[in-house]
């Protein structure tokens, strides 16, 4: 292997290093570092013989996090795995490098002449015995965990060597980086911070300084990038247009409106915690989902919903909660019908209990909020809900007057309160209520003390659709929220994530509270989704086109029920068509509602069909092939991984074909590793490394699938426990198990797609028709075959299989000949007739 330069001087370095030179006139990390390590040369630790135990604490800790720029967050020390313990694991979420600490006074013997060389032979260094077992020891770490690195060091010396390599050599016949000492450290500067320093791993430079490898060569160009007008836009009919409107205006739209009536609350309701019959995730990952919440709060967390009903202790608590003076936790995930359910609480469920209430709502869905205005922001809202929902203007004069009644009092018996000057008094006074007014987060506590006090009437606070706004902000708002429950008059509802939840009872807000929670989980979306259409028929049959449309629409009342029936068919009777929508919302009864109303109007869809047949006597059937190119495809001609609500699973980041089955494969061995016993539903990063570099990828490509998995939401990163760990969704197993398997899927995802081979490339063009398509995508499928025989399909381990998915894709394509083939028929046999 040629030798790395050694850049001496600082201005050679700085070509390469950029991070050397001054930022802003204060020292650099670069700079810094190196300082910290001339600290280090220094101390007289150094040489003292100390223990292992010294060593790691005292100058590879220092090594690390002083020298090296690394976060002693990026680091889990004295993890156990095996019965053994490793002293220190970097990187996170991926784990870069272990380091195994040795007593300092346990050199590495080399071999005369070999210091001040860097690039030196494992093999080399394995002649010293003690040298030997500490490199054996770190590699059995290495590969245990499929960690890339391993590191030796006794706090003055240092040898680093790739442990887990899929270029065909053995870890133990490659070569390692050495320093001899913290003085050629010192001296080498560069070189150490140019390999080892958190920078310096992010870009991979020690590989391609032992291995001696570039970086494989980039994916090639998509399909898609050789169509000009790519993604194009769906062209609607006036008819589709419209229903497009409508659906907005019936569907989408009327959860969203803070005034929605009394009937739409009670009519659409779904009630939650009822267990998906239609997920691919088994019943034990999805109870999972909430049951290591339930384990880390004392006492518990008790079901917002019960079989019965609304779970009786929530209601008890929203009177008691005032008196225990701390806020009720409402823990769901995103879109589990959390402002539904409450709506429904108070409309209904507790509606006597509330009767005297005073409600709040805070919706932090729409608005931006800043951290910093949230006292403000909570303060204005409630003030104008106060005025306009129940007559009571906080700044009126007389309601000011009587609030600081106290005050005013007091005040008269000061030396400004004295009457004999009524204007001056009246002015100092106007003063000393000013000054009240100005602190109008406590000048609202007041008046609904005040109200309290004079009405028995007690705010209900709601702070609404936090878990819109980043983890930082939903912790913000809980703190807000336990302030107001404990100086405040009332009861607080606040909802938050269970990813926030464990975050910040591990080391944020919440741990520092003892807390109330109920979980509020997903109620069934093809239950929410049947109400949602039945609702909307009601209204147009019980008011006609005129009460409930806008004007000079193409289609009437009676078009809109037919179209509706046809809905609402599917939804009873199709049970592929609740599999599909029920998996790829993932509970989520937002995305769900938005899959229907991605459907309705769709240009993929044929309303006029629809229509035809209603007048006919009877209720068309939805094709399952038309939802799934409604909700892939969305407003456009051809699929967009940005604007598409569909993951493509068969991109690839590198030349290499068989990446095609990697994300796949990291979400058969996710789903099959979280319904294992004893997981809690949770999948380590470091098992999905391990299992992607056991069959042959490296970490950059297990990193960018993982990355564009957890930006799918096909798996949910939480780092609450070391390491990270990712969870399954029903998304990513619907996607690789059923998906996959669907020619109207399969054909979208060919033009987003790289084909690695060029001969199969050549082939793989843009068409149109329905014919050219299913020729088009045996073409794609017979490539997939092609590459799957590369990945080596005869290992045990892989979860994801190819070919037996392709076998069911070729059964999905003959059924789409089939019907084309049937359709060619019918229209020559029209022709023909016509003619005749």
């Known amino acids: 292997m040629a030798a790395s330069p050694r850049f001496r001087d600082a201005g050679t370095a700085g070509m390469l290093y950029p991070w050397i030179f001054l930022i802003g006139g204060r020292m650099d990390p670069y700079a810094s570092a190196r300082d910290e390590l001339q600290k280090l040369v220094s101390s ?95 590699l059995g770490y290495c590969q245990e965990r499929g960690v890339p690195v391993g590191i030796i060091s006794n706090g003055h010396q240092l040898a680093a060597f790739f442990a887990s390599r899929q270029d065909g050599v053995p870890p133990l016949k490659g070569e390692a980086l050495v320093f001899s000492s913290l003085q050629e ?313 269970p990813s926030t939840f464990f975050q910040s009872r591990s080391r944020g ?52 029920v037919a179209y509706l029936n046809a809905l609402i068919k599917a939804f009873k009777y199709d049970d592929e068509l609740k599999s599909l929508i029920d998996n790829m919302s993932a509970g989520n009864t937002r995305d769900a509602l938005m899959f229907l109303f991605t459907f309705i109007g769709s240009g993929y869809v044929s309303t006029q069909r629809v229509l035809d047949v209603a007048n006919a006597g009877r209720v068309y059937t939805v094709p399952m092939h038309e939802f799934i190119r409604a909700i892939v495809f969305g407003d456009y001609d051809y699929f967009s991984p940005e604007a598409s609500a569909v993951c493509n699973i068969f991109d690839i980041t590198t030349n290499d074909g068989r990446e095609h089955f990697l994300l796949p494969n990291i979400l058969a061995h996710s789903q099959r590793v979280a319904e294992s016993a004893g997981s809690e539903g949770l999948v380590s990063a470091a098992s999905i490394y391990s299992f992607g570099q056991s069959v042959g990828f490296s970490q950059e490509q297990v990193g960018a699938q993982l990355d564009r998995a957890v930006k799918n939401n096909l798996l949910v990163f939480s780092g609450s426990v070391d390491g990270g760990s990712y969870r399954p969704t029903s998304v990513g197993s619907y996607l690789h198990r059923k998906l996959a398997t669907s020619f109207s899927y399969v054909d979208a995802m060919i033009v987003d797609t790289p084909i690695v081979d060029p001969s199969v490339r050549r082939n793989i063009r843009d068409v149109h028709s329905i014919k050219e398509r299913i020729q088009r995508a045996k073409h794609f499928q017979a490539y997939l075959d092609k590459q799957w025989e590369i990945f080596d399909p005869s290992r045990d381990e892989i979860p994801f299989r190819w070919d037996e998915v392709s076998a069911q894709l070729t059964s999905d394509i003959e059924a789409a000949e089939f019907k084309a083939d049937a359709a060619t028929q019918k229209r020559n046999e029209s022709a023909t007739n016509f003619w005749k």
């Not at 053994?84 to 013997?109: C, H, L, M, N, W």
């Not at 910093?372 to 009571?392: A, C, F, K, V």
């Not at 049959?541 to 009460?547: C, L």
Request: proline fraction near 4%; include cysteine; hydrophobic fraction near 40%.
């Open 44 to 138: 007289p630790t150094v040489g003292s013989g100390a223990n292992e135990d010294t060593t790691r604490l005292q100058l590879i800790d220092a090594l690390l996090f002083n020298c090296l720029g690394w976060n002693t967050q990026d680091a889990t020390t004295e993890d156990h795995h095996n019965g053994s313990y490793v002293d220190y694991i970097v990187g996170k979420p991926a784990a870069q490098f272990i380091v195994e600490a040795k007593r300092e006074g346990i050199p590495f013997t080399l071999p005369a002449g070999i210091t001040g060389r860097h690039a030196v032979s494992v093999p080399t260094l394995m002649e010293d015995k003690s040298t030997a077992a500490a490199i054996h020891q770190v």
């Open 185 to 497: 450290m010192y001296d080498d500067f560069n070189m150490l911070w140019g390999y080892l320093s958190k920078p310096a791993v992010s870009t991979k430079n020690l590989q391609r300084y032992l291995i001696g490898r570039k970086s494989r060569a980039l994916a090639p160009e998509k399909l898609a990038n050789s169509i000009s007008h790519y993604p194009g836009f769906r062209k609607r009919s006036e008819l589709e247009t419209d229903l497009k409107m409508l659906g907005q205006l019936f569907i989408q739209d009327l959860e969203q409106e803070e005034q929605i009536s009394d009937d739409f609350v009670k009519d659409c309701y779904c009630a939650s915690g009822a267990l998906s019959q239609y997920s691919m995730l088994s019943r034990e990952v999805l109870r999972a989902r909430y049951a290591s919440a339930a384990a880390a709060v004392a006492g518990g967390i008790e079901k917002a919903s019960t079989k019965k009903g609304v779970n009786p202790k929530l209601t008890a608590d929203m009177v008691t909660a005032a008196l225990s003076r701390r806020p009720i936790i409402l823990l769901g995930d995103v879109g589990v019908g959390k402002s539904m359910f409450l709506r429904h609480l108070i409309r209904v469920d507790a509606k006597d209990v509330l009767k005297n209430s005073l409600i709040l709502y805070v919706n932090f869905l729409r608005e931006p909020v800043f951290v910093d205005d949230l006292p403000m922001y909570i303060t204005e809202r409630m003030s104008d809900q106060l005025e306009s929902d129940h007559g009571i203007d906080v700044h009126d004069r007389s309601f000011v007057k009587a609030v600081y009644n106290k005050e005013i009092n007091k005040f008269k018996r000061t030396i400004f309160g004295d009457e004999s000057d009524p204007d001056e008094y009246k002015k100092q006074e106007r003063l000393m209520l000013a000054g009240h007014l100005s602190k109008e987060f406590e000048h609202l506590r007041r008046s609904l003390e005040h109200i309290r006090a004079t009405s028995g009437r007690s705010p209900l606070v709601i702070l609404d659709n936090i878990d819109q706004r980043p983890p930082e902000f939903q912790e913000s708002i809980f703190e807000t929220a336990h302030s107001i429950a404990d100086s405040w008059p009332g009861t607080v509802f606040v909802a938050i994530r």
């Open 509 to 560: 807000a919440l741990a520092a509270y003892q807390t109330r929670m109920f979980t509020i989980e997903p109620a069934r979306t093809d239950q929410v989704i049947m109400k949602r259409l039945d609702y909307a028929r009601a209204k147009v049959v019980e008011s006609g086109a005129a009460g409930v449309f806008p004007q000079n629409l193409s289609i009437d009342d009676a078009d809109l």
